[in-house]
Antibody
């Protein structure tokens, strides 16, 4: 079964760092792009960026460039989304999703990682 | 920054047809970039229901169909069922932003 398994929910303080993960299984991980999508409470989907595990080619939305880092460890079929200094405004659900071309639809989604940033 | 415009909500009775519009610009849908549609039931992850403007992934009923005209795209659900009640999002690529963009989402009420 093709699936993306995301790391558990996190509760952090403002200013802390965080790295969440997305592990693919059931398919050739290096041949599909992985997207990261944010959904703030009660709001819509926002595209954050994308990475190709085969060569680590990474693109960011202008809204998230410099705010987060997307990376991958293809030896363990895992993509990451990282913050160096969290803010309360980063409180959201974060989804990873895969697609077989960076213009194609996202056909498999993870269940999401809930991040709460509160003092 | 929302560059694809969707109506906030649409509603229909069971068995009826509803259409959700997604209006873009010459830097995204109008250029010919493919449009994809996702269904999100509350509390769940999004699910791809239409890709490449008109195609359905396996497992998606043929009650769901997509179309495109100029800088706009549409998702139509025919024979509306209670289980279709969800939020729906369109998504495409924007050359000005050099990345993907989502519409603001449309809540379908049955």
């Amino acid at each position: 079964e093709v699936q993306l398994v995301q790391s558990r929910a996190e509760v952090k303080r403002p200013g802390e760092s965080l790295k969440i993960s997305c592990q693919g299984s059931g398919y050739t991980f290096t041949k599909y792009w992985i997207d990261w999508v944010r959904q703030m409470p009660g709001k819509g989907l926002e595209w954050m960026g994308i990475i190709y595990p085969g060569d680590s080619d990474t693109r960011y939305s202008p809204s998230f460039q410099g705010q987060v880092t997307i990376s991958v460890d293809k030896s363990i079929n895992t993509a990451y989304l990282q913050w160096n200094s969290l803010k309360a405004a980063d409180t959201a659900m974060y989804y990873c999703a895969r697609r077989d071309g960076n213009l194609n639809g996202m056909d498999v989604w993870g269940r999401g990682t809930k991040v709460i940033v509160s003092s | 920054q929302i560059v694809l415009t969707q109506p906030p909500s649409v509603s229909g009775a069971p068995g009826q047809r509803v259409t959700i519009s997604c209006t873009g610009t010459s830097s995204n849908i109008g250029t010919g970039y493919d449009v994809h549609w996702y269904q999100q039931i509350p509390g769940a992850a999004p699910r791809l229901v239409i890709y490449d403007k008109t195609k359905r992934p396996s497992g998606v009923p043929d009650r769901f169909s997509g179309s495109r005209s100029g800088s706009s795209a549409s998702l139509t659900i025919t024979g509306l069922l209670a289980e279709d009640e969800a939020d729906y999002y369109c998504q495409s690529y924007d050359s000005g932003l050099s990345g993907s963009v989502f519409g603001g989402g449309t809540k379908v009420t049955v």
